[in-house]
């Protein structure tokens, strides 16, 4: 049977509480039900889906993007998200293939996760950031 959508990545982390207030400030995802899984971790949820699962408590791989090189999201409000990077002081990179295709933002996460989150390409954009 073919795959017919994604359901959900999941990161490791060696801070949980920073993971999650991360995700929750720049990203809006929220912790929602979880099993009763015997280690520590968080599921956060875009709306009524559990998109992203956060596993704490074990060792991170030395290479922080192991085989996954990032998770993508589509997004809103291009301007405010580049705000609070800014305000955190987090490097991240603003991208465009062609005037058509959307906004690409891409920056890491506290565990070092590659996020690329995509806006449609006739988002504001950050005065600084303008052509």
Do not use: C
């Not at 073919?2 to 993971?19: E, Q, S, V, W």
């Not at 559990?50 to 993007?65: F, N, W």
């Not at 809103?76 to 293939?97: C, D, F, H, M, P």
């Not at 070092?112 to 950031?129: R, T």
């Amino acid at each position: 049977m073919p795959a017919i959508g994604m359901n959900h990545f999941t990161i490791l982390t060696n801070d949980l509480d920073k993971t999650l207030e991360f995700y929750n400030d720049l990203l809006g995802l929220v912790p929602g039900d979880r099993p009763p899984l015997p280690f520590p971790g968080a599921w956060l949820y875009a709306g009524e889906q559990a998109v992203l699962h956060v596993i704490a408590g074990r060792q991170l791989p030395t290479d922080a993007k192991g085989v996954i090189d990032h998770m993508a999201f589509s997004a809103e409000n291009l301007i405010e998200t580049v705000n609070k990077l800014e305000a955190r002081g987090l490097e991240y990179s603003l991208r465009q293939v062609t005037p058509e295709d959307p906004w690409q933002l891409f920056f890491h996460d506290p565990s070092g996760a590659k996020v690329e989150l995509d806006y449609p390409s006739d988002e504001p954009l950050p005065i600084k950031n303008q052509v």
